[in-house]
Structure formats: C-alpha cells, structure tokens
C-alpha cells in the first residue's frame, strides 16, 4: 500500500525499525491497545485460537514475561502478576470465595491481610475467623463446615514465629479447603510454597524479589486451572493487573534476586549473633538461632535457609528504641522489608500500632522491640552500625 498520496500527520505512529538482531534486555511495552488485522483475527485472538494482546489491563508481555519468571521460581504454571501483593492476596481471596463460605486466616498475617479478614470478606457475606497458625488445635477448632479456604504465611510478622505448615496442610486437604500460602517473607529462594502443598501461592513481588524498594506489584499462581481462571478473572474485572514498567522494573531486580538473598541471609546470621551477645538487647528472635522458639520447625521447613529478618529488643523500653534509631542513623528507620539496604522498623509504632498494649504484650512486641531488614552491605559496615549504635545506649 502506498501512502504518497496522503498527507503526513505526526499523530500517526511512525512504524519500529526492522532489525534482524533482537535486543537482548527485555523491552518495555507501554502500549495500552493492541491492533488486530482484521475482526476475524480479534475473534480468533478472544477465543484463543491466536495468540494477541488486546488491551493492557487484559494482559500485556511485560506482565506475562514476569509471571513466567515467577512461575519458574514457584513451580506453577499459569500464574499472574497484580498491582500489588494486596491485589494479589484480593484476587485470590475473592476469586476463591462467595456469600455464605467461610475463611480461616492466621491471626499473625500481613495487617491488610487481616483487615480484609476481618472487615471486607465479611461485608460481602464471607465469614472469616483467625487463629494462632503455630498451634494446630487452635486451627483445628477454628474451621466450620463451609470453610473454603485457610490463608497463612510461613514465618510470621514481626515475631519470626513459624507455622505449622504440615498440620495445617492436612486440616485444609481434610475437610476440602485451599491452602493459599502467602510465600513473601521466606520466597521461593527458602522454600516453594507449593512444595509445602499450597493449592495457592501468593507473593508481595515489591519486598525482596523486586528488592530496590521502587516497585509495587504481586504475584499469585494456582495448581488448578479452573481455580486460577477464577482469580485471573477477578484481577481483570477488579483492575488489579499491573503496569508495564513496574513488571520491566521487577524483572530487573528480580535477576540479582538470589545472589542479593544469600548475601543478606549470611549477614543477618552475622548480625543474630552479635545482638545475642549485646548487652543492652534482652531478646534476638532468628529461625536459624538455636533459641528461637520455633528452631526446630523451622529448620524441618527451610532447612538452613532462615531469611534475612531479625527481630530483637532492647532492654530499655521506648527510650532505648529512640537512642538507638538516632544513633545508628545510617539503618533507614522504614517499616518495609527487603530493600538492598538494611532498614530498621518498630512494629510498636508502626504495622503494630493499632494494637492495644495488652495485645502488643500478647505477642511480645514491647516498646523496645525492632525488626530489621537485613540488605546488602558488605557485613563488616553493617555490624559496625550496629556495634557503634549499641554501644551509646551504655
Ligand atoms: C508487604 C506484604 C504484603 C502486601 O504487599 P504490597 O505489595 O505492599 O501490597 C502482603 N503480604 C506480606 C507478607 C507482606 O510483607
């Protein structure tokens, strides 16, 4: 077709270059709209007999090239990236359930995980209930007859408790429920939640696999297909799908995921001991401590891969907390996790805010209680922080 008779507008796109290399970074796909040839090639592509992009909210490749890469890493087939790890944990939830079937959730979840728990599920005719994920009898007592599905995380918030994944396994397969596992803290790099026998696997993608704290997204994959259609379905309906650059941002920092896992892993080893040796802390709470409380568990789930989290407390109360996260002000004081840098958090004041004192006490996190986030830095700089800030509280 010629177009010499028709004048040049600048409005229409000028065609991308022919090149017979391909590049070898992932190219970014801004565009919202996808043309097709003709309406016979768009009623092949909506029924599946083509394969074609329509419009972005219904998918897109950055999307889809980061959901293969997540799939990889969970042993899932099929799954999808959201908007966010809520959008995930949303998706999954309302895909999963209608009016009149009953929910169970640890009552140790991510807070908005709780929230939607607790007030959302409900407003739509979902009843939910929460237990204690470390106590299988307490699991156990909560289902009900129209449980549909049990939502629990490996290791807990910020208390490093450890769930008992097994029993809870084989209370959900008993009476027919989904076990959705939400994998953040522990991430496929610990352990693959569908190894543990997840029906579900949910990941917060902006935490440590995305890991520079400059992307929000999710990620959820099912063992079934009809059940993973119905959270597709939801994600698409909802508007809970993700932005092309976000996914390209993600991709990114998801190729150094495991080396940037390892390094921060060792370190908060390192940095577990050295708190347990410290003189103002009262209590270092690591999974690969022989004195967690769950060690054992945890060992059995994760083998020696315990994280890069570690919680500990100072002896001397609010006063110490604010010492502290003013003398080592080289840590961000930011409540996230999974950053390339060390960030401390005071769940207290913080995720835990909202809790009354009797509940902080409850779950043992007291006014001098921190979470760190353990990064990338070399661990001599990091231990040298830590060292020289603990050491001004006397
Ligand atoms: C942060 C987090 C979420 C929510 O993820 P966003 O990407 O912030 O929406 C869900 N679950 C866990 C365990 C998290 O840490």
Redesign the pocket.
């Known amino acids: 077709m010629t177009t010499k008779d028709i004048p040049f507008t600048p409005v229409r796109r000028t065609p991308w270059p022919d090149s017979v290399s391909t590049p070898v970074a992932t190219p970014l796909q801004p565009s919202v709209v996808y043309a097709s040839a003709d309406p016979d090639t768009l009623d092949d592509q909506y029924e599946g007999r083509a394969k074609g992009y329509t419009y972005a909210r219904e998918g897109h490749p950055n999307a889809d090239v980061l959901a293969a890469k997540l799939d990889a890493m969970e042993g899932v087939e099929g799954g999808m990236v959201m908007g ?6 949303t998706a999954a939830l309302f895909g999963l359930t209608k009016a009149g079937d009953h929910v169970l959730g640890s009552d140790q ?2 807070g ?2 709780l929230r939607i728990l607790r007030e959302d599920l409900p407003r739509f005719g979902v009843e939910t209930s929460l237990a204690d994920p470390t106590d299988l009898q307490a699991m156990r007592a909560a289902v009900r007859p129209n449980t549909r599905a049990i939502l629990i ?1 490996v290791v807990s ?1 910020p208390t490093l408790r450890v769930a008992d994944v097994a029993g809870i396994r084989k209370l959900a397969k008993e009476i027919g429920a989904d076990l959705i596992i ?1 994998n ?2 522990t991430t496929p790099r610990a352990v693959r939640a569908v190894d543990l026998g997840a029906d579900v696997v ?1 990941q ?4 440590l696999l995305a890991g520079h704290s400059d992307v ?3 990620y959820v994959g099912a063992t079934d297909r009809a059940k993973m259609q119905a959270i597709r379905n939801v994600a698409v309906t909802f508007g809970l799908t993700p932005s092309p650059f976000d996914c390209w941002l993600a991709e990114r920092g998801i190729f150094t995921f495991d080396l940037r896992y390892d390094r921060a892993e060792a370190t908060a080893g390192q940095l577990a001991n050295l708190l347990s040796n410290a003189a103002p802390v009262s209590r270092v709470l690591y999974p690969g401590r022989e004195d967690h409380p769950d060690h054992e568990l945890a060992s059995a789930l994760l083998g020696n891969r315990t994280g890069n989290m570690v919680s500990f407390e100072l002896k001397g109360g609010r006063a110490a907390a604010n010492a502290f996260t003013r003398a080592a002000s080289e840590l961000p004081f930011a409540p ?3 950053d390339v840098a060390t960030t401390l958090s005071h769940p207290a004041t913080s995720s835990h805010r909202a809790l009354s004192e009797e509940e902080h006490k409850a779950m043992g996190i007291g006014q001098g209680f921190f979470r760190v986030s353990v990064g990338i830095e070399e661990p001599e700089y990091l231990l040298t922080v830590f060292r020289r800030a603990l050491s001004q509280l006397g």
């Open positions: 966010s790890g809520m959008a995930a944990v979840l991510y908005r995980s995380e918030n939400d953040t803290f949910i917060s993608i902006t935490k929000t997204l999710g996230t996790l999974g």
